[in-house]
């Protein structure tokens, strides 16, 4: 039997970081590009409407990113590191009209 390098170590612990500090560097940077990315696209995703309903979407498309994208973005950043949730929350962003 052979012995199993660190890549090979992460990938069955099922996660793709090296350390629990970089794991937590990426939850960190997750949550805030997450959370930043989440408002900017639920605040733009919605469409407004006739007497004020537009407004109130927005708000809430703002909220509901900003839950939404936190929580992705850490999760994701715990799980795979801050490089890898860098580059996911930058292609989200990129697809806002």
Do not use: H
């Not at 309903?53 to 509901?64: L, W």
């Amino acid at each position: 039997m052979r012995e199993l390098n660190s890549t090979e170590i992460n990938a069955v612990n099922g996660g793709f970081t090296d350390s629990l500090a970089s794991s937590l560097e990426g939850a960190l940077y997750g949550f805030g590009d997450g959370l930043v990315s989440g408002i900017a696209i639920g605040g733009t995703a919605t469409a407004s409407g006739g007497l004020g309903f537009g407004v109130i979407a927005q708000a809430a498309g703002a909220v509901i990113g900003a839950v939404v994208g936190g929580v992705y973005g850490t999760v994701a950043g715990f799980l795979y590191g801050k490089d890898e949730v860098k580059a996911l929350c930058q292609s989200y962003r990129e697809t806002i009209n």
